[in-house]
């Protein structure tokens, strides 16, 4: 069928643009068929990453282990080591495989979009892709090491620090999964913008509310209860509220030069 978008406006001129160009009529158990598929694709793809990760999985377990220099850790039950291989291959194999997934979403929703939501969406999703292994990177290169650090040095005159290795891995992974959701918060603020659901001067006046809640993120989001890491955490998300607050202020000034 010929959308009427696509139809000569007036004699000599072009065709103008469909507002939905990846339109494709389909039923509503195909479309049920489709997103089946497209999950276990993604299913697939984390499943083949982990397994791919888990061949390499003891030199990424010494890699998480790099922050708690001068700890020794112990096997406390049997299997322990086998259950955490399983799960430091899990996540690795979320991470590896989280832009096939992202574009297979992304595969899905696009034909049923809009030409202005496609030029808002498809960059979020990338822009989220990028945010979170911004946040892994944060939390590994900063979170873990300050957090390690208080606790090693509360009370080593006390206890000496021998560690589960499914206690400390927990740790870790739980604390660079929750920074990596953290740092999605600016591509959540630029949708809300972008779609006209709140603008940049109500995101700043309620920056009280914002620190409040920054504070007990710290402290839900953080596995451990030391100040230092809910401190670093909670600063992190702040910073990066202010962040989404200039980037829809940016979306906001550019948008009357769009129409013109």
Known sequence: MTSLDSLPTAAGEAPREPDFPG???????????????????????????????????????????????????????????????????????????????????????????????????APAVAASAVLFLAGLAFAWWALVPAALRFLVSYGADVVEPIWSIERYLDFVLLLMVATGLAFELPVLQLLLGALGLVRSRQMLA??????????????????????????????????????????????????PQEHA
Do not use: N
């Not at 430091?88 to 832009?99: C, D, M």
């Open 206 to 255: 309620s920056w009280r509310l914002v620190v409040l809640l920054s504070a007990v993120a710290g402290a839900v989001l953080t596995p451990s209860t030391d100040p230092v890491t809910m401190l670093l955490l909670s600063g992190a998300i702040c910073a990066l509220f202010l962040l989404g607050v200039g980037l829809v202020a940016l979306t906001e000034r550019l948008r």
């Open 23 to 121: 339109e494709v009529e389909m039923s509503f158990v195909d479309h049920l068929e489709e997103l089946r598929w497209r999950l276990l694709r993604s299913l697939a793809a984390v499943v083949a990453g982990a397994g791919l990760c888990l061949i390499w999985v003891r030199p990424l377990v010494k890699l998480l282990e790099e922050p708690a220099q001068g700890i020794r850790f112990l096997q406390l039950a049997p299997g322990e080591y086998l259950f955490v291989s399983l799960k430091v291959a899990g996540y690795a194999g979320l991470t590896l495989a989280l832009p096939y997934a992202l574009y297979e979403g992304l595969g899905f929703v696009l034909p049923g979009l809009s030409r202005r939501e496609r030029r808002l969406v």
